[in-house]
């Protein structure tokens, strides 16, 4: 690796921000040199997106100073960032959902671009990009179409594409699985060495102690301390980032003998959901008390079995929940019959950002109401249940009339968690319940679910996450090609089995 | 049945009545792709409509009407585009409260600067080779220069939206503002070139409505055509291409009247009824396009800064 550079590519000097009664930011330094790595640790909500924003031009700070290689700069926009160099993978992705791949990546470009739009050149151009970072995507697939991992890939590619010489990534490792961040890790090794300097927002504690030449703690907007390699390890990174040592304390209940079956699915085969490519004949069952994880590759069906559950997609066979068929029937059906839901796309279909958190917790009640529920909606009651919710799920801050959107990544989970969770479900549809989440909010997700586990709910858990599917399923399944390649109780499998069977080899 | 000469009257006013509404069409597409809702469509038009009258009144020259038509949109696009714009407010309040001034004023310039005055008209235009065809030469003979230019316009604006990197940027804009900024583009500047030039479009309807007709200028006289555009653009699910077609329909269902007025058999059916007609189908159309997808941020006005909510 090459001698850093005497003055820093990029420095943020005495950034201050506030939004309301919100402090996001208070007086952070943070500096990244050419050919460095520069993680940024925080729990959610701890200020790492708006400091990014900051540095890309999206925010003016309230005081502070930025520099570029030692000269004082004022990024009034995302135009300015990318004219001084500076390209950023945004956290909650800043594409056109209608347009391709190709079109998206190539409207970022640095190059002025005007006149002809050449359909072809631009896919070509964006595949050679594509094959030259090793990032695949296919250039001229819609982006509404694609899985949430596969438009990372996207943002990714964007920046790179740009040939930006500081590279701001807001955790751009949330969603991708294991092998997908150690091809990421190495991209961002790649880059290093060419000499960019790169700042990294992340959770992952594995992924810092992997590359980071410097690491930053933010915690409540202050920084807390920034470490240089061979100065940390994950307790003390833990520890800056929380306040406290982090105690892995999952609890659960050992098993009824014979618990009734909750869910049970035959032959379910959903032909062809939007999300991506179907699922066949799948046979499965999940217990009360039972925690079902379903391992695969992304793109090998699970978005379809979600969608066939969940009742977003047209399905074929059948799908009986306590005996009752239920394939098919419509989500207030569903919501009815006690299924609850955990989206993967907390923004899209989990919550409603521009409602406040009253309205959005009130939602699910409001749009399949008990019978016995009054006709007319009492504001009062429902804010004050709602701020109760708030306060025992730990929602940051635990105000009911704030807008959904003004909530961190993290405590927009815990709000879902909140109204799913809370109802005493018999059947919980978790997907990726605690990406993009820090190490505190995913430990106090696992623990909501395995207590709504103990409480006797079956649980159906679809993670990118093999740790966590070790961590809380009682039996995991892999699906490889819309079929079940590997069954298995959690005891008798380990993660090489569940490798191999992700890549398609069948016990 | 129908004589030979009635059907070409029937054509040719249809023509004559797509022009406008094709005008008005696309340059709509235009502002709608941006991410904005100019219901103001109707004042546009109408200010098109007596500028171009006016002018024309007063120097006599209708290449000068047509011009000043259009550079009547592009002020009203500066005007419009500064309040949906930069300044934020509810579109369609806005644009409702943008017609009923353009109504007022017109109205109020007319009687004080050209009464029933009238100006010059553009003439028809023989094509060659076309004139000489039986029936559709007689039907085209009396077509002005306004119906080529439309018809020409149509792929000009179909290109540019989808074929350009202008067009690409005016559709992000249109989709999702925040990426477009994010992408390094000034999201207002980008909105601001679609709605000016999309409303010089618009008042060329206007223009059309005059110097296809007397050359002067009546209260009112667009008479909800503005209105009709917005509806054939969602019919039109935002392409030009189909956009003309709608307008060219919308022209037949207008002349309808004309034509049951020839017909014996339909003698007993109320005139108000093919009155109605253009404005049953746009009703008609918008219900069955229910599924057509608006672009997903238009009527939204962008804020700089809400990085959190591309
Ligand atoms: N546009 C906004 N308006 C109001 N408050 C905001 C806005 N953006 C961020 N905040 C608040 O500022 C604080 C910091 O948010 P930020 O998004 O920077 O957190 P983060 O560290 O990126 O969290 P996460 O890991 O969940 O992404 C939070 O309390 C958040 O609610
Ligand atoms: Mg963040």
């Known amino acids: 690796m090459e001698q850093p550079n005497p003055k820093p590519a990029l420095a943020l000097r005495g950034i201050w921000k506030r939004f309301g009664a919100v402090t996001a930011n208070a007086s952070i330094d943070l500096e990244v040199h050419s050919g460095e790595v520069h993680i940024v640790l925080g729990e959610n909500g701890a200020g790492k997106s708006t400091l990014m924003n900051i540095a890309f031009g999206h925010m003016q700070p309230d005081a502070g100073e930025i520099e570029i290689e030692g000269r004082p700069t004022r990024l009034t926009s995302p135009a300015d960032a990318i004219a001084r160099g500076i390209g950023m993978v945004h956290q909650h992705f800043a594409l056109v959902p209608a347009f391709t791949v190709a079109e998206n990546v190539l409207l970022g470009s640095r190059s002025a671009r005007a006149g002809m739009l050449d359909r072809k050149g631009i896919v070509d151009e964006v595949s050679e990009v594509s094959a030259r970072f090793g990032v695949p995507v296919d250039p001229s697939a819609v982006v509404r179409d694609l899985p949430v991992d596969e438009r990372q890939r996207v943002e990714i590619l964007k920046a790179l594409h740009r040939d930006a010489r500081i590279l701001i990534l807001d955790e751009p490792t949330a969603l991708l699985g294991v092998r997908q961040i150690a091809v990421l890790l190495e991209i961002i090794d790649r880059l290093r060495d060419d000499g960019r300097a790169i700042v990294l927002v992340t959770h992952k504690l594995g992924e810092v102690m992997e590359i980071a030449d410097r690491v930053s ?150 749009l399949a109401p008990p019978d016995d529920a009054p006709r007319f909606v009492s504001w009062r009651r429902v804010r004050a249940e709602a701020k109760e919710l708030l306060e025992a799920f730990d929602v940051r801050p635990p105000d009911p009339d704030l807008p959904a959107s003004a909530l961190s990544g993290g405590n927009q989970q815990k709000v879902v968690l909140a109204r799913e969770l809370s109802r005493r479900p018999r059947l919980v549809v978790a997907d990726n319940p605690s990406w993009g989440l820090d190490v505190g909010a995913i430990g106090y997700v696992h623990r909501r679910l395995v207590a709504a586990r103990n409480d006797g709910a079956a649980i159906v858990l679809v993670s990118h996450d093999l740790d966590e599917l070790m961590k809380l399923s009682d039996r995991i399944i892999v699906v490889y090609r819309g079929e079940i390649s590997l069954e298995s109780s959690r005891a008798d499998v380990s993660l090489d089995d569940i490798g191999l069977a992700m890549a398609g080899a069948r016990r | 049945m129908v004589s030979e000469l009635v059907l070409i009257t029937f054509f040719v006013t249809s023509l004559q009545l797509m022009v406008p509404i094709l005008f008005a069409s696309l340059g709509e597409i235009l502002v709608e792709r941006s991410g904005v809702l100019n219901v103001g469509i109707e004042g546009v038009m109408l200010i098109g409509a007596f500028t171009t009258a006016l002018v024309g009144i007063e120097s006599g020259s209708v290449g000068l009407a047509l011009l000043a038509g259009f550079g009547s949109g592009l002020l009203c696009g500066v005007a419009l585009s500064a309040l949906y714009v930069r300044i934020g407010t509810d579109q369609v309040v806005t644009g409702l409260m943008f017609n009923i001034l353009a109504i007022g004023l017109t109205s109020l310039l007319r009687d004080q600067l050209i009464g029933g005055q009238v100006g010059p008209i553009l003439r028809g235009i023989s094509v060659p080779g076309l004139s000489r065809v039986r029936f559709v030469g007689d039907v085209l003979a009396q077509q002005n220069a306004l119906l080529w230019a439309g018809i020409a316009l149509t792929p000009v604006v179909a290109v540019a939206l989808y074929r350009t990197w202008w067009g690409l940027q005016v559709r992000a804009a249109g989709e999702r503002p925040g990426a477009l900024a994010a992408s390094g583009y000034d999201v207002w500047r980008t909105r601001y070139a679609a709605v000016i030039l999309g409303c010089g479009l618009s008042a060329l309807g206007g223009t059309a409505l005059v110097l296809s007709s007397s050359g002067g200028f009546v209260p009112n006289m667009v008479a909800g055509r503005g209105f009709i555009a917005l509806g054939v653009v969602v019919l039109a699910r935002w392409r030009p291409g189909i956009a003309l077609l709608g307008a060219a329909v919308f022209g037949l269902a207008q002349s309808l009247q004309f034509l049951a007025s020839q017909i014996d058999a339909l003698a007993g059916v109320p005139r108000e009824l093919w009155l109605a007609a253009p404005y049953v189908a746009t009703i008609f159309v918008v219900v069955f396009s229910l599924q057509s997808r608006y672009p997903a941020a238009v009527g939204v006005p962008y804020k700089p800064g809400t990085a959190s909510q591309h």
């Open chain 1, 217 to 366: 703690v933010i915690r409540r907007g202050r920084k807390q301390v920034e470490l240089a390699r061979g100065e940390f390890d994950q307790q003390v990174l833990a520890k800056a980032m929380t306040g406290q040592l982090i105690v892995d304390d999952i609890s659960r209940s050992a098993g009824r003998d014979e618990p009734e079956v909750v869910l049970e699915c035959r032959d379910l085969t959903v032909p062809e959901p939007s999300s991506g490519p179907p699922v066949r004949g799948l046979n499965l069952r999940v217990r009360a008390g039972e925690v079902l994880g379903i391992a695969g590759v992304e793109g090998n069906g699970q978005r379809a079995l979600i969608d066939g559950l969940t009742g977003s997609a047209r399905c074929e066979g059948a799908i009986r929940l306590n005996g009752e068929d239920i394939a098919n029937a419509l989500p207030r059906r569903l919501r009815r019959c006690g299924v609850s839901i955990i989206p993967e796309d907390r923004q899209g279909r989990g919550l409603v950002p521009d409602m406040t958190l009253a309205e959005n917790l009130a939602l699910v009640d409001l």
